[in-house]
């Protein structure tokens, strides 16, 4: 609404007001007088309904208890159905009740009798009756609305009644219908109306074109053509819906009197109206110009974006306003281009960051406290599979063991709230792609606000563990080289025995010393091949990757090996084997050589005469043990810590290629294990590895 017509209209309203005043004054104290006299009547016509529907609640209190004895005297519950029901159709005779229902504990209904001749009527879903607002006798106004829109409204009367055969439900339900309004009215001469919330229920006959949405909120209402003064009061609030009881009287007296005052008023209004019209348009010219200039110059800026200048010659509080806001405004635009260049560049920035980080080939994953993911890079959505933003909000761990295997450890890693942890052995599977090994690097970092998170990085090390495998194969080489420098001088003996009998054989003719020298041919060569069989054992790779291993036969089998060069350093071999050890779960050519690699380092260490000690044993939470303990020279600390570093060797310049212990280490990770280095100058050195048990597929 402008300015103008308010104006306007606030004259014309405090004129007119002004005339309304003066003409009702008089009106008010009869109008007060009769409205009090009204009111009186119609508090008692209230009173002597609800008294009526006070005494119908306690008429079917009294049957409710006479047939509640009636049944626990007489054993009801011993009595057949058939004759319990001929008893309850004839109770219901000499009731208010239009239906008398008795439920068993669990639920079901006994009996079910109606008065009249079919009960159609009464109708009361026994479903909605709640049996512990009964456990004691009671009286409660039920409503039920029908699929049709239509509302009824029932008085149920209802109690529990226990006896030796168990515990039931006695309802008696009456329809507060339009019957029960006419009777209310044939008795105390008062016209009623029940309502439910909002929604008529029951009216007098009398009360045939009554319609309307709610129950009056007023004091009058039109019923037809005739005002009528109604009395509405809460019946009962136990219901959903509260249930009011509707008084109502007849004001067509009082009509035809209202219609002379309005008459009277309506010429009044109109010759006034006349003056100030005049009056108005004179005081609003001289008050609305200068709103209407400021006016003009805001819809200027909202059309077209433009400050401009504003002309206000007024000096007083209206020039004062529309300066002000001039400047607010103005200070407002500049900050709003400010504010929006400024997220201009956050948006580039976003974006640059963004690109960077969807670039890097490694996984990044920002998790919260529990562990559940805020943001990830296009990288990890790739090798999940999934797109980055359905992976928000699930829980990093389960994303984990759903795209990826794991060579020992454990994913829980991943949800530890503030901790620093690194996951190795997790294995990307996918149809017709070699298989892809990734490390897990987790680091905890600050969120928004006082919130913590982690910050987990997925680094793929396939191609590392490639070069492994090509070192491995390396040392192995070596290993064997230096395996065959200590057998030639075993196989070089039986050779000697044979030239040495085959020579002496040349001399000797008899047919006897012959045989005797086939005999020793025949003895070296076996032990020749004997000796070769062995080699060819220890070094024969597994194609079967089978990922578990007798530990104490390992040890066995690897220490026969070496028992050459051992003897040759007349260093003593102690072996303290565990007995019935359970299967490692590592492949058994790559433990035989981890052990191959500590034991050749203790034997570089040994002088001669020197001790090595071999021992297994199981450990507590499903670990093996193996130890080796040499008493040779020691490292010092400052190398201990740099013992699995490749190409780190204490050994003098050709001596080793410092592989030994690395691939060790690398060998006994993957396999979910750990390796552990104590050693001081001149003391000796204890390795010990701890191996996880194979668990049996018939375990679970």
């Known amino acids: 609404m402008r300015l103008r017509t308010k104006l306007l209209g606030g004259i014309l309203v405090t004129l007119l007001a002004q005339i309304a005043v003066t003409g009702t004054f008089t009106l008010t104290s009869f109008l007060s007088t009769t409205r009090t006299a009204r009111e009186a009547d119609l508090r008692a016509d209230w009173d002597r309904a609800r008294a009526s529907v006070e005494e119908l609640k306690h008429r079917l209190s009294m049957d409710m208890y006479q047939l509640a004895f009636l049944l626990q005297q007489e054993n009801a519950d011993l009595l057949p159905v058939e004759a319990l029901q001929e008893k309850i159709r004839y109770f219901i005779s000499l009731t208010n009740a239009d239906r008398i229902v008795i439920i068993d504990d669990p639920g079901g209904i006994v009996v079910d009798e109606k008065a009249g001749v079919s009960g159609a009527g009464v109708d009361l879903p026994i479903a909605r009756l709640n049996p512990a607002d009964f456990l004691f006798p009671r009286n409660e106004f039920v409503p039920v609305k029908y699929g049709d829109g239509t509302m009824r409204l029932f008085l149920v009367t209802g109690t529990t009644i226990t006896s030796a055969a168990g515990t039931r439900r006695l309802y008696l339900v009456t329809d507060i219908d339009t019957g029960m309004a006419e009777s209310i009215w044939e008795k105390t001469g008062t016209e009623v109306a029940f309502f439910v919330g909002a929604t008529p229920v029951a009216a007098a006959s009398s009360w045939k074109s009554f319609e309307t949405e709610s129950p009056p909120r007023s004091r009058i ?62 005081i609003t010219s001289l008050v609305v110009s200068p709103f209407s200039r400021l006016s003009a110059w805001l819809h200027r800026y909202m059309d077209t974006g433009e400050v401009g200048t504003l002309q206000i010659r007024s000096r007083d509080e209206t020039g004062f306003l529309a300066g002000a806001f001039h400047g607010m405004v103005s200070r407002l635009i500049d900050e709003k281009r400010v504010v929006g260049e400024q997220l201009e560049q956050i948006r580039v920035l976003h974006a640059y960051n963004q690109r960077i980080v969807d670039s890097i080939r490694a996984g990044i994953v920002v998790t919260d406290a529990q562990g559940n993911v805020e943001f990830c890079n296009g990288y990890f959505a790739e090798l999940v599979g999934k797109d980055a933003a359905s992976l928000r909000g699930q829980p990093l761990r389960a994303v984990i063991e759903g795209s990826f295997g794991l060579r020992g450890g454990s994913v829980d890693e991943l949800s530890a709230p503030d901790c620093d942890a690194v996951l190795e052995g997790l294995t990307l599977a996918r149809q017709e792609e070699p298989a892809r090994h990734f490390t897990a690097k987790l680091s905890t970092v600050a969120l928004s606000g ?83 069989r062995r080699i060819r054992a220890w070094s024969a790779t597994d194609s079967g990757q089978d990922a578990r291993a007798d530990l104490n036969a390992v040890c066995v089998e690897t220490l026969e090996v070496l028992r050459f060069t051992l003897e040759k350093k007349r260093l003593a071999l102690s072996l303290d084997l565990g007995g019935s050890l359970p299967a ?82 690398a060998i006994i990770k993957r396999a979910g294990g750990e390796i552990r280095v104590q050693s001081a100058p001149g003391k000796g050195t204890e390795v010990e590895v701890m191996l996880r048990v194979h668990e049996r597929p018939d375990r679970g």
């Open 450 to 532: 006082s919130r913590r998170g982690s910050l987990v990085v997925l680094e793929d090390v396939s191609t590392s563990e490639r070069l492994w495998e090509r070192m491995m194969i390396a040392d192995r080489i070596t290993s064997l080289g230096i395996l065959s420098a200590g057998m030639a001088h075993e196989i070089n003996n039986p050779l000697g025995s044979i030239l040495s009998h085959v020579n002496w054989l040349k001399a000797v003719e008899r047919r006897k010393d012959k045989r005797d020298s086939l005999t020793w041919i025949e003895s070296e060569t076996n032990r020749i091949a004997d000796l070769i």
């Open 221 to 282: 209402v039109r019923l037809g053509d005739d005002p009528y003064s109604v009395l509405s009061k809460p019946l009962a609030a136990d219901p959903p819906a509260r249930v009011n009881l509707a008084a109502v009287r007849s004001l067509l007296g009082e009509r035809l009197y209202v219609r002379s005052v309005l008459f009277s008023y309506l010429t009044a209004f109109l010759v006034t109206l006349a003056a100030s019209l005049f009056v108005a348009a004179g």
């Open 584 to 665: 490692a779960a590592c492949p058994a050519d790559e433990l035989k050589q981890v052990l191959l690699n500590v034991v050749l380092n203790a034997v570089d260490a040994c002088a001669e005469g020197g001790t090595i000690t071999v021992a297994t044993r199981e450990a507590a939470g499903g670990r093996l043990v193996l130890r080796v303990i040499d008493n040779g020279a020691g490292v010092s600390s400052e190398d201990v810590t740099r013992i699995f570093d490749p190409f780190f060797t204490t050994k003098a310049a050709g001596g080793g290629s410092g592989l030994g212990l690395s691939i060790s280490y």
